[in-house]
């Protein structure tokens, strides 16, 4: 993509209502605008990263067997009324009258959905397990929206719901979750830890929050040190086989959200070293609850006795669009937003430093058309400005590498190279640089 | 994706609520269920296809120099007061009010969002033109939602809006729009006339629907029939040409809907043997506007002399949802859905007709695993089910190819291949299936 064609309003002043970091470098760096209290439009830049967190979600997702649709924002209100929440669920559900006076409600979650949309189609154990997820915008009215995209009132979540005919099966399916989260944010560069926590309006019996620290968190976190950087699962992850050993290698170790937090036991359990108490911010949330749904729903299965129970349940959400802003408050200096390559909006920030030369403009169009053949996303700086705004315009939006392209280093046959996460800088050749960038 | 592990409630018999093919045919394969009056969730099926829609368009828009961003669903209320639309717009738009009782509304389109957002951005004519589209959940309050995704009320459209300094550079931004739909469609296997057209609550000067026919269409149309064959233009085509000679060739043919046409005019431009008059169903409607929207917002650029102007704009929406039931319309035959490839959820579903031989289930298991593993999307119907089930099945649910592997072919070396679309069947080896599949 070339600058000149783009849509990248960035700002050089810190926006005044932004009171965290992302927020600011989000407004900053020309990815998200506000357009009411606490809904924001994703201009080009923040929409990429967007995209590519909701693909990496998308493919553990698949891995772990869960399939994809996708439900629509509005609900009826009647089946909230099913389940017992259309009342208690309180003002953060926006509640919404049509034309003809039905009641109806944005969906601030699809529990009540998903179990209509099961009951009615799946009669028998044979056709369990199933997990079923998707990825849709919902709304939450928060009394106080704010640090932007962390605590907005329209979000994008993926949520999985899981069927299965007992407990244990039920089990099963929350590993698989567990596992396909610890993997999807590995994948985004971020060290998430997994911990006990409350379950909240959703209910259940069981549920594990995963956590990244940041100072800016909005919870209190406490845990053992070690879980910081275990790593996750690799690509060899089996989900047919018994994934208990890799979760009680986390959960064996004190981890706890302020809520389920036990003093004695964390002194207890922890040795002093290893105790670790911080702030951290959520970025998804798993749930165990049984038949809370599916009895008040009525969503039964012929067992193999031919005998009809309830289905077993769990949910499993992960805020999409809050993760840009988890992103960049674990990622980022005091220049800008620093991305990991695999959600970066783009890899190469290439950098003309002097539009209009004849020699440097062909150097620069020709790595342009090199690259992006080779299916490296590049954003080219080719606008007629001093060189100081293309290196503080390229730091602040934090692609992982910056090309420079000069009439000096021309003459010298070489073009820098520079690793926006290191600061490291390299001169080389044009091809040299191509070769690296391409990997 | 193996069957037995799929989520995919076909039904045997035409539900009754059902009046046109493809609200049948849609329901019936297990695409989508209505969740409430107008509203449908995609279930895994329709999901993929709504996907892969999205993706011709999203492809064709970014060809024509379009750039992709994300606006929220919901907007204020006090936008709509500045362009003059919240009155006037009707009981069709979808009024909301948040807890601390502001007046909201789920966007049915976004002229005044954009203006606004671009007006906060852009000041001068030198980061004109520009072209900006988001593909988004919309909202109607239709009084009597009918014909499944066709006219529902919670609809997936792709909304681009151009932003030009002149009129002569608007109509550039048109013409470019009007290509690239042409494209897009002709890549979905659908024949698209577009047709001089009224502008509706969108105001403006110039307006053309792009229109299928099909016998359920709810508009009448006239046109030259040379129209319905013009093939679109090829990968070839300049963006940065004067597209005006392509253009001109198709609306220098008559081609009206029923709003727009003018009986007189029709028979004396069109000879007689050339004369079509039939139903049609609106894909596609683009509008150039001039000033409508950026006067009353105020989004004003400084032109080359220094003096503000209101920037001139188009808009150009596609119903990617409604494009599912528009494509069934187009291509179905009593057995079920006939999917062009471009948009088939999967290329080939893999029968196996002696489920649990343990010949024919090695036979497919590694049918399954070269095919998915070569990039062909596979369905491969593993159930426990008779062989007629399977057929009707997979005819209704209509993938382009049909993999039949059963005891008996096998003993002869051979599986069979069927075109859904030709229903020809062929004999040959596995290998010389796979070879063809993945051609």
Redesign the interface.
């Known amino acids: 993509m070339r600058l000149s064609?783009?849509?990248l309003?960035t700002l050089k002043e810190n926006p005044a209502e932004a009171q965290i970091v992302s927020h600011r470098l989000m407004l900053r760096a020309g990815m998200i605008?506000q357009?009411?209290?606490g809904?924001?439009?994703?201009?080009?830049l923040?929409?990429r990263v967007?995209k590519k967190i909701e693909q990496i979600v998308r493919e553990e997702m698949d891995r772990a067997?869960a399939?994809?649709?996708?439900?629509?924002?509005?609900?009826?209100a009647d089946l909230w009324r099913q389940s017992g929440r259309y009342d208690s669920y309180g003002?953060?559900m926006?509640r919404?009258q049509?034309?003809h006076e039905?009641e109806?409600l944005?969906g601030p979650t699809n529990e009540e959905?998903i179990t209509?949309?099961f009951r009615?189609?799946?009669k028998s154990y044979r056709d369990l397990p199933?997990n079923?997820y998707h990825i849709q915008?919902k709304?939450r009215?928060e009394?106080r929206p704010r640090f932007g995209v962390m605590r907005g009132?329209?979000f994008l979540m993926k949520d999985a719901y899981s069927f299965d005919l007992d407990e244990a099966a039920a089990r099963r399916s929350y590993q698989k979750m567990f596992i396909s989260y610890l993997r999807a944010f590995s994948r985004m560069g971020l060290k998430a830890i997994p911990m006990a926590a409350d379950t909240g309006p959703i209910g259940g019996d069981m549920s594990h929050e995963f956590i990244i620290l940041a100072e800016t968190g909005e919870s209190e976190v406490f845990c053992d040190r070690t879980l910081v950087d275990m790593p996750a699962p690799g690509d060899e992850v089996d989900y047919e086989a018994d994934l208990t050993p890799v979760i009680e290698q986390r959960t064996s170790l004190y981890a706890a959200t302020d809520e389920k937090h036990d003093a004695a036991k964390f002194e207890a359990d922890v040795p002093e070293g290893n105790r670790l108490s911080a702030r951290g911010i959520e970025v998804g949330h798993i749930f165990f609850f049984g038949t809370k749904y599916s009895e008040p729903l009525g969503a039964l299965v012929a067992g193999p006795d031919g005998k009809d129970v309830p289905v077993q349940m769990g949910s499993y959400g992960i805020g999409v669009s809050r993760l840009l802003g988890a992103i960049i408050e674990a990622s980022h200096d005091e220049d800008g937003i620093i991305w990991p390559e695999s959600v970066a909006p783009f890899k190469v920030g290439l950098i003309n430093l002097k539009s209009g030369d004849a020699d440097t403009d062909a150097a620069c169009a020709k790595l342009y058309a090199t690259l992006t053949k080779a299916g490296v996303e590049v954003l080219y700086d080719d606008r007629d400005e001093r060189a100081g705004a293309k290196f503080s315009g390229m730091d602040l939006i934090g692609l992982p590498w910056q090309l420079v392209v000069g009439p000096r280093g021309l003459k010298n046959g070489v073009v820098e190279l520079k690793e926006r996460a290191t600061g490291n800088r390299e001169e080389l050749s044009a091809d040299a640089a191509v070769k690296k960038l391409i990997g």
Chains 1, 2 share one sequence.
Request: proline share 6%; hydrophobic share 45%; charged share 25%.
């Open positions: 064609n783009y849509f309003p605008r357009t009411s209290a809904i924001y439009a994703w201009l080009p923040g929409h967007l067997g399939i994809e649709l996708l439900m629509p924002t509005l609900q009826s003002k953060e926006l919404i049509d034309r039905r109806m944005y959905m209509d949309i009615r189609e799946v199933r079923l915008w709304f009215d009394i009132r329209e």
